[in-house]
């Protein structure tokens, strides 16, 4: 019998591990059932009635019908009863955007071949010539102390280069007088934007993202595309989008803001309007803002154009010029100087042909707005967040080597090492995703899951990174003036963590609650056919789905099992991978089915209560993110043509990628409510442990010495970034001071010889440089280069400092005018 207990397991493990139909487990049952009842010698009446009972079983299991009729539709009665209803706004919210590489890895079964056959995103000629000629010029026209501490503004000359160059209407096609670039191009403008100046980012990447322009491209109409496209894209209109309340932040969906449909006098005739109130804040370019787009809910009670009284959230074009409209002063989001501020309007009346789309997109606001969230969302922040972390890689690196404390540069020193390395390594990984994500939209995606993974992930990486850097640079960083180029990108990081919807909700609640539903293969079917669908065509989708469902469940279990006893040695790897890459698909290969396992478990266990349940959403959602994260990192090192010397920086992310991964889940075990099942998992996914370790401290060395010396790939790594080559720029002089420094080293360390020896000794007051010409160690020429980067040297480490009475002579009006100035202007 121990053969046949043996057979048994192994057949389960076969056709498990293959996803096999079910007309094949029922043959192998009917096989095993035969041996059995060799091998027990079962009367000839037994064999009788268990025949019976298995051709009755196995007749019901396979066909339809009655499969139907004596499980399926149960199941479905009891899956209605138990299933939530689910609110319009949380309907439009998941049909919005598009599945991509996510569904893969929630498959459990990512095919590799499919995800490397996705060419490798280019930006064309026109759209490089942009980048290296008008954006070059934009980050030199920008000073980042004059701007955030002088002005708390652009100067009026950058605006109107950013207007006449066409900056505000990058997303425009060109027959409406845009420049119509690709995601790749807007994302490229941004970051490298953003590696100078985060004010002239945000305000070029803002009426690119979700607002009046991306609402108008979808959803408006003729007129409306013909009468204002034109316009934003020449900068004649600013445009802002208001959707944020003082009531609702975050859960945007229940705004307060109204309007009702009414008659009313408009240039002296009676139209059909609405009468709109609202109370907006934390609008970005609000305050010299010339069309607001306006998000409201719309109320029809005397039905003049729905059978309905409530239509819905609903967006508006409304020109800031409107009578009743009030723009307020502007926020201060801790000292960041992009326009930022409240607006709000009582009883505006305004024709319905202002509503984006007219008239008959009343009510269905909330669903452009998520339709264009999901596109807009996967470029702007992550964007902003990777040219902020290649402009610390550069700058840190080369300050790390500059500084020297101990008689070493600091980079050389472990502790210093460790935050610049992991600086370096997330940078190669976070543009990875940057360029990833970007390259998804340009192939027509709306990647709704993947745009929220990018958007909290490179946010959170820059934070770290900052930290990172901060810690690194000491009290050069924290004394902020002209010579401080990390000091406000520190101050205002919360600012990218809190906007387009905070990183704690987009965690615990979107990443894995919109995923489980849009990414898994069956999930969003089954529910479809119970609140959507109705008789045989309900029965018969959902007998699909749920069966389809369940070998999914099993083919997803085993797989898990058996990766984890083989240390993934079957898990799927592309045929034309990298050799020394192919150990990390299949880890993602196995953790991949084991995420699929899991979540199907977790939604089974706790049901509908697994929502409320957002700290282990939150776990399940990092499990996915982190297999995205090293999939587009595996695909950088592809794409680039698999370069030797960037191994260190791909190994250092994928392997901490893992291990983050590898913690989510054990997160969830430890605090699954079932606890037996909890004990089941965790053999199941991790048999021989928990295997994956954190990245290498040798790995870390390498990673933080791509930072530390010059070379292809330093450029590479933070290529895209404007680097001036100015040296009355701090940052220009930070590079020279980097090129000084590396050249001098042979320099250094003659003298450092000299001394040792006896040759020369140290005077107080006097440099060694000095003493090491004055007694021939070092010729003119040498003691020339040497001062040169002794210069450089100081005036890098310098600190700024104030008069006593620094500050006191701005007042609250200067701040609150510069809207007004800019609008007049």
Known sequence: MAWFVAAVLAVILVLGYLGARIYWWTLAAALLGACLSVLADFSETTNVVLGAIFVVVAAVLNIGLLRRTLISNYILAAYRRILPDMSQTEKEAIDAGTVWWDADLFSGKPDWDKLLRTPEPRLSAEEQAFLDGPVEELCAMCNDWEITHERLDLPPQVWQFIKDKGFLGMIIPKQYGGLGFSALAHSAVVMKLSTRSSTAAISVMVPNSLGPGELLLHYGTEQQKNHYLPRLAKGLEVPCFALTSPEAGSDAASIPDFGVVCKGLWQGKEVLGMRVTWDKRYITLG??????????????????????????????????????????????????????????????????????????????????????????????????????????TRYTGAYARVRSQF??????????????????????????????????????????????????????RARSCVNDGMDILGGKGICLGPNNWIGRGYQIAPVAITV??????????????QGAIRCHPYVLREMRAAKEMQGSEAAREFDDAFTSHIGHVLRN?????????????????????????????????????????????????????????????????????????????????????????????????????????????????????????????????????????????SRNRECAKIALEPGAARDRLTAGMYVPKDESDITGKLEAAFAATIACEPIDEKIRKAVKKGKMAPRPGVELGFIARENNIISPEEYSQWSRKEALRKAVIKVDDFPQDFGRAETVESLSTTAVKMKAA
Request: glycine residues 10%.
């Open 287 to 392: 305050p010299i803002a010339t069309l607001l787009g306006l998000a409201f809910r719309l109320y029809d009670p005397e039905h003049l154009i729905s059978e309905k009284s409530d239509l819905g959230i609903t967006c508006a074009l409304v020109p800031t010029s409107t009578p009743g409209v009030n723009i307020g002063r502007r926020h201060l989001p801790l000292n960041a100087a992009f326009q930022n501020g409240p607006n709000w309007g009582k009883d505006v009346f305004m024709p319905l042909d202002w509503i984006i789309g007219g008239p008959e997109y009343a009510g269905k606001g909330w669903m452009m707005l998520m339709g264009c969230l999901a596109a807009g969302r996967a470029i702007s922040l992550p964007t902003s967040s990777v040219g902020g972390v290649k402009a610390l």
């Open 407 to 460: 008689k070493t540069p600091i980079g050389k020193l472990e502790g210093v090492e460790e935050a610049l390395g992991r600086i370096a390594a997330h940078c190669y990984m976070m543009d990875a995703t940057r360029v990833m994500t970007a390259g998804a939209v340009d192939l027509g995606e709306k990647p709704a899951v993947l745009s929220a993974i990018a958007k909290y992930h490179m946010t959170e």
């Open 500 to 513: 387009e919807g905070a990183n704690i909700l987009t965690r615990t609640l979107i990443i894995f609650g």
């Open 557 to 697: 279990g085993v797989r898990t099992l058996v990766y984890g006893l083989t240390r993934a040695s079957f898990a799927p790897v592309p045929s034309d991978a990298a050799p020394e890459m192919k150990h990390y698909y299949r880890h993602v290969s196995r953790l991949s089915a084991a995420f699929a396992f899991l979540a199907d478990i977790s939604m089974l266990a706790m049901g509908g209560a697994l929502k409320r349940k957002e700290k282990i959403s939150g776990r399940l959602g990092d499990v996915l993110s982190m297999l995205y994260l090293v999939s587009a990192t595996l695909k950088r090192y592809e794409d680039q043509g698999r370069i030797r010397e960037d191994l260190p920086l791909v190994r250092w992310a994928v392997r901490d990628a893992l291990y983050r991964a590898q913690h989510a889940i054990d997160g969830i075990l430890s605090n699954f409510p079932v606890k037996a099942l909890a004990t089941l998992l965790r053999w199941t996914i991790f048999p021989l442990g928990a295997t994956f370790r954190p990245s290498l401290d």
